[in-house]
């Protein structure tokens, strides 16, 4: 039987438009220790219609933008309406790596109100990406608490440094 989620997907997979989906690849793959699974190039061109990379087990998907298909990359828009959270066992080293294949420093790690470390920067394809270790289990008050005592300090959670 065909299993509706494919085995190592999971229900929901960040598909990125990127400009230049091969040197995306390349990069998330010196940034973040991602292995390509697969590609499929357009016919005749260097660009791609759908790749996909896995990051520590998880899947993410991508291609060229195309503005013909209603796709458009985060520099052709003028930013990123989101961005990807990435855990791992050590914000510190992961962020430096990033940074060292490339990734504009948006925020560097610090020690966060709800339990985590986390580092922001921002990907050469305009993509931001919050890299995580969670450090602390705190409660659900003790979290408001420190949300209130950011807020009122008129701190940003990622506040661009570049």
């Known amino acids: 039987m065909v299993k509706p989620i494919p085995d190592g997907y999971s229900t929901v997979t960040p598909y990125l438009i990127v400009d230049g989906a091969a040197a995306a690849i390349a990069f998330y793959e010196k940034a973040f220790g991602a292995k390509e699974v697969m590609r499929l190039p357009l016919p005749g061109t260097d660009r791609l219609m759908h790749a996909e990379i896995i990051i520590d087990g998880d899947h993410i998907m991508l291609s ?9 990359d985060p520099k052709a828009l003028g930013g990123s ?5 990435l855990y791992v066992p050590d914000v510190d080293k992961s962020f430096e790596r990033a940074v ?3 990734a504009t420093v948006k925020n560097p790690p610090t020690d966060m109100f709800w339990g985590d470390r986390m580092g922001c920067v921002e990907d050469p394809f305009g993509h931001s990406w919050m890299i995580l270790t969670h450090t602390r289990d705190l409660t659900p008050a003790e979290i408001q608490k420190g949300f209130e005592e950011m807020m009122a300090s008129g701190a940003d959670m990622c506040p661009d440094k570049s």
């Open 64 to 72: 060229d933008a195309n503005p013909a298909w209603g796709s458009k």
């Open 81 to 85: 309406a989101g961005s990807l959270s």
């Open 100 to 102: 060292v294949a490339g």
